[in-house]
């Protein structure tokens, strides 16, 4: 790794740092994240608005649900569906394209307590796959189910489909024109120097102990049809066990998948006692060094939470029954001109 990337990682690692709370003395907890990478400079400033804005309702939903008494199942989901239908953010209506043109959808959630988990990859008509990956949770046998087969399975459980056209917008077209522009030239020569990525998650810890983590992703701007990241594997980008912590990851899939990401954190909490913030940040330093620039959301079993990332910014925030809502939205890097 080059001088330069040791820097980003550390400035990332500290950041992180600074903005996640101790919470041990808290009832519940909730921590969220809207994707690795930060915001393009370039973005209209109430896009921008429209993003933080959707962060903010985010942890109210899942806040209210803690609140109330909830589990922290049914807090992650209702945060993660927030960020879906907000449509500036890459998961649900407003996720990014692959090469053809359409959005294809993955989403997972874990319940720390009797460690069940549902995922759903490759959805083109499914307009909130957290609620979908729930349904394969709760009323199936099954923990991933992928591309048709899931869509025949959302049908079967009465969900609403949607056309494809839904999940479209204006700016994830102009992402995907400047990918396929970009790809025609030399690496070199290509000024690609963001690219259009992103995830959505959440992660809680409720009134009774519980913890789950939920993920849900568009994936990669331009990705090759049928490609499927970390976000619906689970141990790889969703992870939660009770008594340990609960994860949700953002970042070049490819390579949370193979080092498996999220249950690495867990295991360094259970088996050798580090404290959250090491075991994440030793997690993401361990990915960056294997080319895997990313971030993730941690909670461990007293409320503590840690936000480590190494690429330029990390879209995230944060509440509990002791701190009132915190946000962060960085805007970073200029897209393709």
């Not at 990014?96 to 069940?116: Q, T, Y």
């Not at 959301?297 to 944060?318: C, E, T, W």
Request: hydrophobic residues 45%; glycine residues 12%; proline residues 3%.
């Amino acid at each position: 790794m080059n001088r330069c990337g040791l820097l980003l990682l550390a400035c990332g690692v500290a950041l992180a740092a600074t903005s996640a709370h101790a919470q041990s003395g808290s009832a519940w907890v909730l921590a969220i994240h809207g994707g690795a990478g930060g915001v393009p400079k370039d973005l209209p400033a109430s896009e921008v608005a429209a993003i933080r804005d959707a962060l903010h309702r985010a942890l109210d939903a899942g806040g209210q649900v803690l609140a109330s008494g909830g589990s922290s199942l049914d807090a992650v989901q209702s945060a993660v569906r927030v960020m879906e239908n907000s449509g500036v953010l890459n998961a649900g209506r407003g996720a990014v394209l692959n090469h053809e043109g359409v959005a294809e959808l993955d989403a997972a959630l874990m319940d720390g307590a009797s460690r069940k988990a549902g995922a759903v990859a490759a959805l083109r008509h499914v307009a909130n796959p957290i609620d979908l990956a729930r349904q394969v949770m709760d009323r199936s046998r099954h923990v991933l189910l992928v591309g048709e087969g899931a869509e025949q399975f959302a049908r079967e459980q009465g969900i609403a489909m949607m056309r494809e056209s839904y999940f479209v917008t204006e700016r994830r077209r102009r992402e995907l024109q400047r990918a396929l522009e970009a790809e025609k030239k030399p690496a070199a020569q290509s000024g690609l120097s963001w690219s259009p990525a992103g995830t959505v998650g959440a992660v809680a810890l409720d009134t009774h102990g519980g913890l789950a983590a939920a993920t849900s992703t568009g994936g990669l701007t331009n990705k090759h049809f049928g490609r499927v990241g970390d976000s619906p594997i689970i141990g790889a980008g969703t992870y939660a066990e009770d008594g340990v912590c609960a994860v949700s990851a953002t970042g070049v899939g490819e390579v949370f998948i193979r080092y498996t990401a999220a249950a690495q954190v867990c295991a360094r909490v259970k088996y050798a006692k580090e404290s959250l913030e090491t075991a994440a940040a030793g997690v993401i330093q361990e990915l960056k060094a294997a080319g895997g620039d990313g971030g993730m959301i941690a909670l461990d079993a007293s409320g503590r939470v840690a936000m480590p990332f190494s690429s330029a910014a990390m879209l995230r925030g944060q509440v509990s029954s002791n701190h009132p809502a915190e946000v962060v939205v960085q805007t970073v890097l200029d897209v393709i001109p």
